[in-house]
């Protein structure tokens, strides 16, 4: 629905060095959109760019670290002098952890709280001081099933995508009658190289474990399996965040199966729990694996 915003419009993507950021861009690189694409890697926001221009749109690289909100509110200004306009502010930068709650380290929760969270509040303000007096927009927060429902082993990211699904929840009240439109997009599994460049290290093998311990423990257990969520390409997902651009749908689910898992723990978060506790427990084992720690009793 990019018709929304008229034929160009113009679209603000951070975190779009690499991922689902990357592959929005390369999607709407021939949709007449005007992007400005933001993100700490300056090199790849060049290549980023002219790939974008190669395929006929127009690109505006802005390196940038998000996480200081000089830097963002910069962006966003850069963007409007260069446009004359911003239409949709896209959300995408995030970063996950590795670490179970008691180990986290203050500086790590922090850092996660910046990226996921605290960017999000600092480039939104900014976006809307030119939404709102043009009465159109569209800010676009890319959550994660992680804002809806608890998993082990990166709390803070937990934290920070239940905050995201909160604030995202807060702007749409506060805009109400505005002509500004506000979303959540709740994905799963994606391949990109969150998991492998989580804060606290790579989780991709205590994610391995968890898979395969966890089936053996749930038939050992004579427990239901939770929903099979597939994982999806950066692309797929990024085809799903262009289609709800100019929809004021309140959340996007992009996964096959993940709005009714989601409804199902919301319905009956103790009996989803049951599902999903023996992969919890195997979570917890494999952890405690590669940290050497002692089992729980």
Not at 45 to 60: D, F, N, P, R, S
Not at 126 to 151: T, Y
Not at 181 to 191: D, M, N, P, S
Request: hydrophobic content about 45%; proline content about 5%; some cysteine.
């Amino acid at each position: 629905m990019l018709a929304t915003f008229g034929h160009s419009p113009v679209i603000l993507i951070t975190g779009a060095s690499s991922g689902i950021g990357r592959a929005l861009a390369v999607r709407l690189a021939g949709s007449g959109a005007r992007l400005a694409i933001v993100a700490r890697r300056g090199a790849l926001l060049t290549q980023l760019a002219a790939e974008v221009e190669a395929a006929g749109g127009v690109a505006l690289p802005l390196p940038c670290d998000v996480t200081v909100p000089s830097q963002f509110r910069e962006a966003v200004a850069a963007t409007i002098a260069r446009f004359g306009e911003l239409h949709v502010l896209v959300n995408n930068a995030g970063r996950g952890n590795n670490a179970y709650i008691h180990d986290t380290p203050e500086d790590q929760l922090e850092s996660i709280f910046r990226v996921n969270v605290f960017s999000l509040w600092h480039g939104t303000a900014a976006a809307l001081r030119h939404m709102v007096p043009l009465r159109r927009g569209q800010i676009i927060n890319v959550a994660s099933v992680a804002g809806k429902i608890g998993f082990p082993g990166n709390g803070a990211y937990v934290a920070a995508k239940h905050a995201t699904v909160g604030f995202t929840r807060a702007l749409r009240s506060e805009l109400a009658g505005t002509g500004v439109l506000a979303t959540a997009v709740i994905a799963a599994g994606t391949l990109t190289d969150w998991a492998t460049a989580a804060e606290g290290g790579s989780m991709i093998a205590l994610f391995d474990y968890e898979r395969e311990r966890g089936n053996q423990l749930a038939a050992q257990m004579g427990r239901e399996l939770p929903p099979a969520i597939p994982l999806l390409s950066a692309d797929h997902v990024a085809q799903a965040i262009a289609g709800a651009i100019g929809d004021p749908t309140p959340e996007l689910y992009t996964h096959p199966g993940l709005r009714d898992w989601v409804m199902e723990y919301e319905a009956n978060q103790e009996l989803a729990e049951q599902k999903l506790e023996p992969f919890w427990l195997a979570n917890r084992e494999g952890y405690e694996k590669q940290h050497d720690a002692p089992p729980a009793d």
